[in-house]
């Protein structure tokens, strides 16, 4: 049984069934390849949620003990385990195209010229937006004596239950280019 990184000499010689033996052949070396060690994610956190339908995944870096130049393959999916390979390389990032609503599971597998090691899954979601609002009073394009119209609306719905809350603009202009205040 031999360790990681260390250094082993051998050597080999031939015995017949009788008194016959040859000389041990030149010694010959090898070293146990130390496997690299796992990166961490450090962006998007474990658990999160993103916006924008693009994340930038990011991870540290890692040094191989003998020196070995380290590539990491990006796995990404939306079912896990992830088993899509997005990148193979030696950058420590990505730029991910998501979908709204969508979970997404990552690891990082890191390779030096002689083994591969599997990082931890993480997991994100990409954010989806809430329904637009329907706007039920005053009517649209209707006159009002009233100063203070009762404006109203039907709630927008979030499909991941988030908790809303609601930003009124009233303008003299259709560019919104002056809002006045509510």
Known sequence: VTT?????????????????????TAQKTFTEN????????????????????SVNIQWNSSTDAEGDTVTYELLADTSN????????NTLTSYTLATADGSVYYTRIKVQDRYETVLGVIS?????????????????NNTN??????????LNATDSQSDSLTYHIQVANDSSFATIDKI
């Open 4 to 24: 990681d990184g260390s250094t082993y000499f051998w050597r080999c010689k031939a015995e017949d069934g009788a008194t016959g033996v040859s000389s041990y």
């Open 34 to 53: 130390t496997a690299p060690p796992k990166v961490i994610m450090s962006s998007p956190a474990n658990n999160s949620r993103t916006i924008g339908n």
């Open 144 to 153: 009002t004596t009233d100063s203070t119209p009762d404006l109203k609306w």
């Open 81 to 88: 385990p992830p088993i899509t390979s997005r990148q193979n």
């Open 123 to 139: 997991t994100f979601t990409e954010n989806t937006a809430p329904s637009s609002v329907t706007l039920t009073n005053p009517v």
